[in-house]
């Protein structure tokens, strides 16, 4: 049974960072597309960042590009993300998503459709 916990999430100010952590269970983190995700209330999930773990090709959604960065850990099983420069629009749930034996492919990795597994999510909440 897969499971995905996200822990992490917090307020911040304007400009603070944040450091967000996946832990997968019943799943090993060798050969995965593994992506990260947010949606604020009233709007749509957004595949903001994902890492095909078997090479660590790593991929950034323009809003957080330059500013949030996805690793891994292999060997704890863990992915990770660091947010920097955070803005009050980065205010969202975060959730983590894995797509099992599959690299991160195309535009797809973005896409809720692509990920067969799913975190219960992490509040992030940035403040003026």
């Known amino acids: 049974q897969v499971q995905l916990v996200e822990s992490g999430g917090g307020s911040v100010q304007a400009g603070g960072s944040l450091k967000l952590s996946c832990a997968a269970s019943?799943?090993?983190?060798?050969?995965?597309?593994m992506g990260w995700f947010r949606q604020a209330p009233g709007k749509e999930r957004e595949g903001i960042t994902g890492?095909?773990?078997?090479?660590?090709?790593?991929y950034y959604a323009d809003s957080v590009k330059g500013r949030f960065t996805i690793s891994q850990d292999n060997a704890k099983n863990t992915v990770y993300l660091q947010m920097n420069s955070l803005k009050p629009e980065d205010t969202a749930m975060y959730y983590c998503?894995?797509?099992?034996?599959?690299?991160?492919?195309?535009?797809?990795?973005?896409?809720?459709?692509?990920?067969?597994?799913w975190g219960q999510g992490t509040q992030v909440t940035v403040s003026s």
């Open positions: 998503a894995a797509r099992s034996g599959s690299r991160c492919i195309g535009t797809a990795w973005s896409r809720a459709w692509f990920y067969g597994y």
């Open positions: 019943g799943l090993q983190l060798s050969n995965n597309c």
């Open positions: 890492i095909y773990t078997a090479d660590g090709s790593t």
